[in-house]
């Protein structure tokens, strides 16, 4: 599937201050909204489009990724895209709850509340991250109830359309002044808002429609993952009461710290140590890689701390699987304490560098 223009699809610059985003949506879902449009499937497709885009670039990590990878990067499982499964839910971030009163949406029956969100942190191995793994975990979470199926009413009995707000959650109330009729909006207190009654409450959830149960999820970790990335299962959250959708489950990912490698975006930087025959002299050495080994050449006179970038041999990019460098830095490794034969072997090479080194009064007498 071919890459989606969002600033396009809202018509906007891709220098759009989240302001000018917002206002773009609020325009195009006024004029789209599917209850604007009844039975318009253009419309409807077209409001799903300009609400995905919105979706994306409202928040600013999705915006980023976005903007790197296109629309199927940010889709890319890692992330993942959140979905409006109804129209109320996109103009709830903007409060604006007087738009669906002039469609006449604040008369329609209340629909149950998504369930919320869960977060669950884990930590895996550099070697984890690396291959990929799946993990098993376990979270407590609210299921719908098992007995009642999320409607909260006894077995054999169904939940009854508030009367006093008929479904919809709310009493309106006008009210006349000198400047005219004044309608407030008030959440109904006799059904709390769900706009449903329950005459006989299930007695295994208490009315609520869920009960908590300890689940266990199985958690594929994909190739490549960084530290405090997460992965979004959708759905796996808590449920929402009287058969509320469930919410989504948020597994923050953190890479215990690792012996040999320090990790910086895809490269691996290690430290490795060599004698001084070695850095004279040079030669060639075996190096720990996070999947082996490899072989590293030290060429001849190679300073302490010099670092060399065995190209390849890092991380693996978590779109495109390339891997990154690893970096070794090399340590020449001075020996505290020294052999008769090394001590002279030493001294009689500083004194030959001495004798080969011409003296400031040698120099004036070739230029005199």
């Known amino acids: ?11 906007v610059g891709r220098d759009a201050s989240p302001e000018e985003i917002k206002k773009a949506f609020r325009r195009l879902a006024m004029k789209y909204h599917p209850d604007v449009n009844p039975g318009n499937k253009e419309a409807e497709e077209r409001f799903k489009e300009i609400s995905e885009a919105f979706e994306v670039l409202k928040d600013p990590e999705k915006r980023a990724r976005y903007d790197q990878f296109g629309s199927e990067g940010v889709k890319a499982g890692f992330e993942g895209f959140k979905g409006f499964e109804s129209f109320r839910d996109i103009f709830s971030d903007f409060g604006f709850d007087d738009i669906f009163r002039s469609f006449g949406f604040g008369d329609r029956e209340r629909e149950p509340e998504q369930g919320s969100d869960i977060r669950y942190d884990i930590e895996i191995t550099l070697e984890d991250a690396f291959n990929g793994v799946t993990k098993t975990i376990e979270i407590p979470r609210y299921e719908k109830c098992h007995v009642c199926k999320g409607s909260g009413a006894k077995p054999g009995t ?118 001084i025959a070695q850095a004279v002299l040079g030669t060639e050495i075996e190096i720990s890689t996070i999947d082996g080994k490899a072989k590293l050449k030290i060429p001849p006179g190679t300073q302490s701390h010099t670092v060399f970038r065995m190209r390849g041999l890092g991380m693996p990019d978590i779109h495109s699987h390339r891997r990154g460098d690893q970096l070794v830095k090399v340590v020449v490794r001075i020996p505290k304490k020294l052999t008769r034969e090394q001590r002279e072997a030493i001294k009689a090479f500083d004194k030959e560098k001495t004798r080969t080194r011409k003296g400031f009064f040698d120099k004036l007498r070739e230029y005199g």
């Open 1 to 11: 599937m071919a890459n989606k223009d969002y600033y396009k699809i809202l018509g």
């Open 158 to 275: 169904f939940p009854k359309k508030c009367p006093r707000c008929n479904g919809t959650g709310q009493v309106k109330r006008v009210a006349s002044s000198v400047f005219g009729r004044v309608v407030t909006v008030t959440t109904c207190n006799k059904c709390g808002g769900k706009g449903t009654v329950i005459g006989s409450p299930c007695k295994n959830c208490h009315g609520t429609g869920r009960e908590k149960v300890m689940r266990k999820i199985e958690v594929k970790i994909p190739r490549g993952v960084d530290d405090e990335s997460y992965l979004r299962l959708a759905g796996q959250g808590n449920a929402g009461e009287s058969g509320g959708r469930a919410g989504d489950l948020y597994v923050v990912i953190h890479i215990k710290p690792h012996d040999v490698f320090e990790r910086h975006n895809n490269d691996l930087f290690c430290k490795t140590e060599i004698n």
